[in-house]
């Protein structure tokens, strides 16, 4: 069976997780060819960034050629998970023969820090643009982009979607339709969409500039990169 | 400060979870008069449908007046929580007082085992709608559903919007669009919408009413009421 790897470490966003965790979980009961893994460094309890616990079912030892892979994001907890050596070296092991590597949100900046989206269009959370072109991405503003094996999407929710363009890539549309079917993938925002004109994309960038100052300051080479936003 | 319950069980679909959740734990960062609490009988770690455990912060005992209960769905091992006394007294018992009652998916079908949606509007995953209908509720074909206190949601994704709707209620609708800014809830499924005419609504039916004949002998009242369906 192909592994489809979700990469957990402590404080991501839980929703990062569940929307493509739940998309693609549902795509392999209808293709056993595939299954679903979520793997932490050490297979332990991980905290997440509501008040409750995530237990993965495996450790990266255990999940060491993932078909795909696919890494949430959060937002000061994923600062420091860019830092993370442990989860650093697994990404760049595992992405050589994955056949797709994925992010959800800030996971970006994730791959970014591992040097995975050298020249790469990417995306990532709308607040976190700037900070994904300094670490050498070339930022597109979509829904998710795809270059070559790498699929990343928008903040949060957008995972969702990305899971399902994925899910066509892995099996087909009429199996991706099925899934968005049983999970009744129909969104109905009460207030419509996201009113852009008003949206100040920049007002992040000072927050995860200077959390990347303070968590990742034994990482000179990140640091430099931020450092002028 | 009060409380928003997310009541958890075995086998319970993860989305349905970590949807309302996520964006009802942004409500809570925005404003402090609320928070989230993940609540199981005992506590305990708790399987969920994909291959991992939650591990939620609080037991039934610990949060016994919340001001808002959500209740997830799921596939059969919901059909069994239907049965589960402990579960059913706690949501009539916390169902008094709350502010709001909320389900997602089939967790309707949980409201309605427990007797609280007798007579009222209500909705639930799109393959469940007679099964509701013979528990009693009078079902809608909507996205989310509101009837006094009670708010029901379609299937497993209806869960967000149900949410940012129910943060309008609690706070405003201002704050409503800041979370879904936060999570860039503006989705864009990459095959568009479900094609309904191609449904048929009614051919989950036998399942879920075999799976309540079989789990739920012990409750002849509830089998009664599905076994000519």
């Known amino acids: 069976m192909k592994h489809i ?10 929703l990062d997780l569940a929307g ?14 595939y299954g679903v893994v979520i ?11 509501v008040p409750m616990k995530v237990v993965p079912g495996a450790s990266f030892k255990n999940v060491l050629e993932p078909a795909v892979v696919v890494v ?10 860019m830092g993370d050596d442990e989860l650093i070296n697994y990404l760049k092991q595992v992405s050589v023969n ?41 930022y597109v503003k979509r829904r998710w982009v795809q270059d070559e094996k790498f699929i990343t999407s928008a903040g949060v929710s957008a995972g969702i979607d990305m899971a399902l363009y994925l899910v066509s890539k892995l099996t087909d549309e009429s199996t991706a339709r099925n899934v968005q079917l049983g999970l009744e993938y129909e969104p109905e925002p009460p207030f419509g969409g996201i009113a852009w004109a008003s ?10 500039r200077d959390r990347i100052k303070e968590y990742l300051a034994d990482k000179p080479d990140i640091v430099d990169r931020v450092k002028g936003l």
């Open 5 to 14: 790897a979700f990469v957990v470490y402590p404080g991501l966003t839980l």
């Open 72 to 81: 949430p994001g959060g937002e000061a907890p994923t600062v420091k998970a």
């Open 39 to 49: 793997v932490s460094k050490d297979g332990g309890a991980v905290d997440v960034d």
């Open 98 to 138: 994955a056949e797709y590597v994925c992010s959800v949100c800030t996971g970006s900046l994730i791959l970014a820090a591992a040097g995975l989206l050298n020249g790469r269009q990417a995306t990532t959370h709308w607040g976190c643009y700037k900070i994904l072109e300094a670490l050498g991405a070339k």
């Open 199 to 208: 949206v100040n994309r920049d007002r992040l960038t000072p927050y995860f």
């Open 20 to 33: 493509p965790l739940q998309v693609l979980s549902s795509m392999c009961e209808r293709n056993r060819e």
